[in-house]
């Protein structure tokens, strides 16, 4: 046994300069990004119109405001939200499935395995692009100018900004299959719609079946705000009774806002689960 | 080349193809009955969101015609006949891009500040409590599925009109997304430092701040720059409940129908965000590495 071996600092330092002598530039660049985000988030605030007086008086109107939402009660209002509700469920349920039936045949032209030229699929990818830049909120605002105020604006304002997603999401999947398929069936003399219909779409459809489902998930989240522009669903009711500082109708509203949420989370866990994974054990 | 296929005798294929037929028959059966399901849903569905496709067909062309309408100037002329006409009010636009921008910035970073603070006590391998675990948990899950944007009106009332209701919003929002994002690294972290750390007697304080963090951080970082991303949209649409940003102007313009002026902040925007997606997307790969550019 040996007692704990004299090191050569000296030496190990001369051995690995890269560890004990940094260069500057290494060194500093952590500490130099850190002050850089500080220095922008203090000048936000102070842009901001953040003062410490506002901050507080208006935390204490919220205590008030939480106060006085306790407890939620619907008051005889509540055949109304529950009509809200099943509005807001299909408004997400009828604006995803008409995106996803929108977008199915345009992934196709925007996924590099079935338009192999770029000239076509680039002005595709761009479109979908900007479609999804776009938030459901402004596409609401838009769509009521058209069809007027009501849930109608609402379903069409959701199919149009997830169109925008679900075409992007889709044709990854598409460029995410097996190309096997896609041969055999030329090689066996199919013509292109062939290949389409039976070797790329049977390996797709459950990926694509997993997207809409999660997808109808997070629009009943997105269906319950684009109420507050006037788009019908429980959001409009929501941003009425905030406004008139109904405040126990408030917090009833966003509580049903929560269970329906969990309920659709739960119920299409299920479902996808069911479509997927059973999939991945055959 | 020939290749001898063996057939069946008559009785035998029979039977294999009975019961192949009776399979996809089953399979068809379910099939059927799911779609039906789907379309009952989707037409009871079709009831209460009111949707008249007569409304549809008589509005189409208003649609396509909106769009038509927003790309012409006052004069008739086509918007990119005359940009500086189209883009005439730049200077306001792209002030209130740059507070919608600083919204967001500000909103992520005191949301990220706030779910460091907090995904440790929700994740399952570091909270020092199960009850605390849970408190935290619930806390989070309340913060992230309420909208932000409901959360901006009710502070449009608490703290007044502009930006700042916007950017507690957006914080506490991205609190509640963030938190369980960050709290699933924390779970999928090596558990072996800590127990290497708690073996020298160190308090929970430090096996977190020694063993933790450094195989957390750049997940953190680049979750946080991700969540950016997204609250640049969400901080777009903001002001139209009067919380700051460029929401406001947009609003106005589509309310009161100055069509060239909508076309002119859509296009910001969109410029905006693709500017975003882009410069984060090459920041995240830059920082690290090519398998966090997702």
């Known amino acids: 046994m040996t007692g704990p071996q004299e090191v050569d600092t000296a030496q190990i330092r001369a051995r690995y300069p890269d560890v004990f002598e940094r260069p500057a530039a290494a060194r500093l660049a952590t500490p130099a990004m850190i002050v850089a985000a500080l220095g922008i988030f203090v000048y936000g605030l102070i842009d901001l119109d953040f003062s410490p007086s506002r901050l507080f008086s208006g935390l204490s109107q919220l205590g008030w405001i939480s106060m006085m939402m306790i407890p939620p009660d619907p008051g005889s209002s509540l055949p109304i939200y529950l009509k809200a509700m099943g509005e807001t469920l299909s408004i997400a349920l009828l604006g ?48 009521i100018n058209v069809v007027g105020l009501g849930p109608f604006a609402g379903v069409l304002a959701i199919a149009v900004s997830d169109f925008g997603a679900f075409g992007k999401l889709f044709s990854e999947a598409i460029e995410g299959a097996d190309q096997k398929q896609v041969e055999g069936i030329r090689s066996s003399g199919g013509s292109a719609l062939h ?32 109420g507050i522009v006037g788009a019908g669903g429980i959001g409009l009711q929501l941003a009425e009774q905030i406004r008139v500082l109904e405040w126990q109708k408030v917090s009833f509203l966003i509580l049903m806002i929560l269970v329906a949420v969990a309920a659709i989370d739960f119920i299409s ?8 994974g059973r999939r991945a054990v055959a | 080349m020939t290749v001898a296929v063996s057939i069946l005798p008559e009785q035998q294929l029979a039977a294999l193809n009975a019961a192949y037929n009776k399979a996809v028959l089953r399979k068809r059966l379910r099939l059927l009955l799911g779609a039906a399901i789907f379309a009952a849903a989707l037409l009871l569905a079709a009831i209460g969101a009111e949707v008249n496709l007569r409304t549809l067909f008589t509005y189409f062309g208003n649609f396509l015609s909106y769009f038509d309408r927003i790309l012409t100037l006052d004069s008739g002329q086509r918007v990119w006949t005359d940009v500086g006409e189209w883009l005439w009010g730049w200077r306001k636009w792209l002030k209130m891009l740059g507070e919608t921008l600083l919204i967001s910035y500000v909103g992520t970073l005191i949301g990220a500040i706030f779910a460091f603070a907090l995904n440790f006590f929700a994740a399952e391998n570091t ?19 309420v ?36 709290s699933e690294i924390v779970e999928n972290a090596d558990m072996k430092p ?23 951080t750049a997940g953190y970082a680049s979750y946080a720059l991700l969540r950016f991303e997204v609250n640049v949209r969400e901080a777009s649409v903001m002001g139209f409940v009067g919380a700051g940003g460029i929401g406001q102007e947009l609003v106005v313009a589509i309310r009161k ?18 500017m975003i997606d882009i410069s984060t997307g090459w920041l995240r790969g830059r920082l690290f590495g090519k398998e966090a550019r997702t």
């Not at chain 1, 990818?125 to 909120?137: A, H």
């Open chain 1, 269 to 276: 866990g299920k479902l996808r689960f069911a479509i997927i």
């Open chain 2, 194 to 216: 800590v127990e290497g750390i708690r073996s020298t007697g160190a308090s929970w304080l430090s096996c977190i701040r020694f063993a933790i963090l450094p195989q957390v």
């Open chain 2, 257 to 274: 129908f100055y069509y060239s002026d909508v076309s002119a902040i859509l296009l910001l925007i969109i410029v905006t965000v693709f």
């Open chain 1, 195 to 226: 290949e389409i219909r039976f070797g790329l779409l049977p390996q797709v459809l459950p990926v694509i079946a997993g997207q809409v489902l999660y997808f109808i998930e997070s629009n009943t989240r997105s269906a319950t705000i684009i």
């Open chain 1, 96 to 143: 995803t499935t008409l995106a996803a039936l929108l977008a199915l045949p345009v992934s196709l032209f925007a996924a590099r395995n079935v338009v192999p030229s770029i000239i076509l699929r680039f002005p595709v990818r761009r479109f979908l692009d900007s479609i999804r830049g776009v938030d459901t909120l402004i596409w609401a605002l838009v769509w």
């Open chain 2, 127 to 145: 909270s020092p409590r199960p009850w605390l675990r849970f408190v935290v948990r619930r806390l989070l899950e309340f913060a992230r599925t």
């Open chain 2, 147 to 182: 909208p932000g944007i409901v959360f901006a009106l009710i502070f449009v009332i608490a703290f007044g009109l502009g930006p700042m209701a916007g950017v507690l919003a957006i914080a506490i929002h991205s609190t509640g997304a963030l938190g369980k994002l960050f």
